[in-house]
């Protein structure tokens, strides 16, 4: 599960610099920019998930060995 949840957080990062590639600094608010700031936000929403399940399991499993 570990190895998992880290796979999915590279995913995430690749998705957010694959989306910083498609970004028109010039127009960000305009065609393909507010794709690429949708998909970065949404990846950062998911790395943020991740790692919290992360951390959630890591609690669980110190508490089981109590």
């Given at each position: 599960?570990?190895i998992?949840?880290?796979?999915?957080?590279a995913i995430?990062?690749?998705?957010?610099?694959?989306?910083?590639t498609?970004?028109d600094?010039?127009?960000?608010?305009?065609g393909?920019?507010?794709?690429a700031?949708?998909?970065i936000?949404?990846?950062?929403?998911?790395?943020?998930?991740?790692?919290?399940?992360r951390?959630?399991?890591?609690?669980?499993?110190?508490?089981?060995?109590?």
């Open positions: 599960m570990k998992f949840i880290y796979t999915l957080i995430a990062v690749g998705l957010i610099l694959f989306n910083i498609l970004l600094f010039n127009n960000l608010l305009s393909n920019s507010v794709v700031l949708i998909g936000v949404a990846s950062l929403c998911a790395v943020c998930i991740l790692i919290i399940f951390l959630a399991k890591n609690i669980e499993e110190k508490t089981r060995n109590l």
